[in-house]
């Protein structure tokens, strides 16, 4: 099974309604497009100490454990997923972790062990994006036309997800991200796409808004930002309009017990975010298609969540925690 449900109305994932057994897991590289299913994929490079391949399709190495992960929080029978070398039987102490009736975990590790010798995974290096970040991203598939967000009666697109901190290590320089994000896209036209990306748990506050086109997708159009408090809006700096509202806890900036984070968009703020964006780019706003300002234009491509890590020196540093649900609704 999937492990998650997907409906017009909406897409949920819950830990304790699921099974993983057929967790999919592409390791730390890949080129082809995403799985109907779970996924999840480390974006980072092999050290120089280890030989492997070019890293394109970077697999996993699995066990099976049982007991509680203190880094993540996860508890039961867990299925772990260490990236490896193509060539070697080495696996890295990054990885991914499910089970059952808990949730899904993450856990990041850069730098050396006790012995000074590297880890297996650092941060990227080739392959594109900023060579400075090391990623790890859990992402759920929605088949076409399966969910339309904005199609509720009062076109508001409810996003919510319970996530934690169970893990963090962060030397002075570095910084990191807790993340939950989804992709939309239109119905007619798969090729536009926009980016929701929101840090959950961030070590520098971002307090506005930010839209922006993401090189290294496509240029797609992404729109980010942190938490407020309940009912506080994040707002663009220039802008004069909010990119979503937040309904239930703020953003962390450390450890943090598993708590409820939540978020509305309203197609209102959806429309004023690819206006501003067809303005920065000095276009025109047929950018997102025709009929862009018509909700069941609009359909969910991907929801992910994950962690990053801003990492230039390659010091010693570490983060991990898991996620217990996760639902974008219309509402």
């Given at each position: 099974m999937k492990?998650y449900t997907?409906k017009k109305s909406?897409?949920?994932f819950?830990?304790n309604?699921?099974?993983?057994?057929?967790?999919?897991?592409t390791g730390?590289?890949?080129?082809?497009?995403?799985?109907d299913g779970?996924?999840v994929m480390?974006?980072?490079?092999?050290?120089?100490?280890?030989?492997t391949?070019d890293?394109r399709d970077?697999q996993?190495?699995e066990?099976?454990?049982?007991?509680?992960?203190?880094?993540?929080g996860?508890s039961?029978?867990?299925?772990?997923?260490?990236?490896k070398s193509d060539w070697?039987?080495?696996?890295g102490?990054s990885?991914a972790?499910?089970?059952?009736?808990?949730g899904?975990?993450?856990?990041l590790?850069m730098?050396?062990?006790?012995?000074?010798v590297p880890h297996?995974l650092?941060?990227?290096?080739v392959?594109?994006?900023?060579?400075?970040?090391?990623e790890?991203?859990?992402?759920f598939?929605i088949?076409?036309?399966?969910?339309?967000p904005?199609?509720g009666?009062?076109?508001?697109?409810?996003?919510?997800?319970?996530?934690?901190i169970?893990?963090?290590?962060l030397?002075?320089?570095?910084?990191?991200?807790?993340?939950?994000?989804?992709?939309?896209q239109?119905?007619?036209?798969?090729s536009?796409?926009?980016?929701?990306?929101c840090?959950?748990?961030?070590?520098?506050?971002?307090?506005h808004?930010?839209?922006?086109?993401d090189?290294n997708?496509?240029g797609?159009?992404?729109?980010?930002g942190?938490?407020?408090?309940?009912?506080v809006?994040?707002?663009m700096k220039?802008?004069?309009?909010?990119?979503w509202?937040?309904r239930?806890?703020e953003?962390?900036?450390?450890?943090?017990?598993?708590r409820?984070?939540r978020?509305?968009v309203?197609?209102?703020?959806?429309?004023?975010?690819l206006?501003y964006a067809?303005?920065?780019?000095?276009?025109?706003?047929d950018?997102?298609?025709?009929?862009?300002?018509?909700?069941?234009?609009?359909?969910l491509k991907?929801?992910?969540?994950?962690?990053?890590?801003?990492?230039?020196e390659?010091?010693?540093?570490?983060?991990g925690?898991?996620?217990?649900?996760?639902s974008?609704k219309?509402?």
């Amino acid at each position: 099974m999937k492990g998650y449900t997907v409906k017009k109305s909406g897409f949920t994932f819950q830990a304790n309604h699921n099974d993983f057994s057929d967790f999919d897991h592409t390791g730390w590289a890949r080129t082809k497009g995403y799985f109907d299913g779970i996924d999840v994929m480390f974006h980072g490079s092999p050290d120089e100490l280890y030989e492997t391949g070019d890293g394109r399709d970077g697999q996993c190495l699995e066990i099976v454990v049982e007991g509680t992960d203190p880094r993540t929080g996860v508890s039961g029978i867990r299925n772990i997923y260490y990236p490896k070398s193509d060539w070697e039987e080495v696996s890295g102490s990054s990885y991914a972790v499910a089970a059952a009736n808990s949730g899904i975990g993450l856990f990041l590790q850069m730098g050396k062990d006790e012995s000074n010798v590297p880890h297996f995974l650092q941060r990227k290096r080739v392959y594109g994006g900023s060579p400075d970040l090391m990623e790890v991203y859990n992402h759920f598939e929605i088949a076409p036309d399966e969910c339309l967000p904005f199609t509720g009666a009062n076109k508001i697109m409810d996003v919510r997800a319970g996530q934690q901190i169970n893990t963090l290590v962060l030397p002075k320089g570095t910084q990191f991200q807790q993340k939950m994000g989804f992709t939309l896209q239109r119905t007619d036209d798969p090729s536009i796409r926009v980016e929701y990306s929101c840090n959950t748990g961030m070590s520098t506050a971002m307090p506005h808004g930010r839209i922006w086109s993401d090189p290294n997708q496509s240029g797609h159009t992404v729109i980010s930002g942190q938490l407020g408090g309940k009912n506080v809006d994040t707002s663009m700096k220039d802008g004069g309009f909010s990119i979503w509202t937040s309904r239930a806890n703020e953003t962390v900036s450390g450890i943090a017990s598993s708590r409820p984070f939540r978020f509305e968009v309203t197609f209102a703020q959806f429309m004023d975010s690819l206006s501003y964006a067809a303005h920065r780019d000095l276009a025109e706003i047929d950018m997102f298609g025709e009929g862009w300002d018509v909700p069941e234009n609009w359909q969910l491509k991907i929801a992910k969540y994950g962690y990053e890590f801003y990492n230039p020196e390659d010091l010693n540093a570490e983060i991990g925690g898991m996620m217990r649900y996760f639902s974008i609704k219309a509402r």
